[in-house]
């Protein structure tokens, strides 16, 4: 007689029974996935803090000048600004004036510079594991850039907007967002541990398997107290 092999065809009904026959394994990795992703956010990651100091550079208009040589003059002077505001040679001089022992390069990484396409705004975004620290360091770049502005870029109208302030409210780690993302994460790995569980079990147990592989069921002995 011929053998046949005993294929597991999934449907939506498979799936929903899967799914009621281990609740208790879903709601336990969801429970674990989801004290681990807590505890992580909670306790193991560092938090983050951000502040950020806005300059403005004053570009002198010419009377015979077009409007859009303005704005191409104007964009021309805040990308300058933008990429001297982070050079090395700022940022060695802020950071010897504030003692923080940091290489420049470290400092660099936290450093995030937007300049705005239509004004001569330029913003300096300082990342640090200390509120105050963030803030120092975004005020104290934006002096030494200033101080230095006409001897490197030959431009001296350039000032503060808007000062940085310590803001004590961590912008990193997103605990909710990690919190919710354990969940869902625990959630998915127990469904796949369930399907995986009943896709890798080849053995015969109920009378539906039988009928699966196109069997008779002829009988059954039943359990000897």
Known sequence: MEKKSRDKII????????????LGL??????????????????LA???????????AKVSNNDGDSFAGQVQAANQMSTTLAQVLVSPTIIKDAKENLHINKSVSDIKKNL????????????????DTNAYTASDMANEISKVFIKKAPELMNVSNISILAKAQPNTIPTSPNKKLIVIGSVLAGFILGILLSMSKVLLNTKIQTQSDLEEMDMNYLGGISKIK
Do not use: D, W
């Open 26 to 43: 879903i709601f336990l990795t969801t429970l674990l996935v989801s004290v681990v992703g807590t505890s992580y956010s909670m306790f």
């Open 11 to 22: 449907t939506l009904e498979n799936i929903l029974s899967i799914f009621k026959k281990n």
């Open 112 to 127: 995030n510079v937007t300049a705005s396409p239509t004004s001569q705004v330029v913003t300096l975004t300082v990342t």
């Open 46 to 56: 560092t938090p983050k803090y951000t502040a950020s100091t806005q300059l403005i």
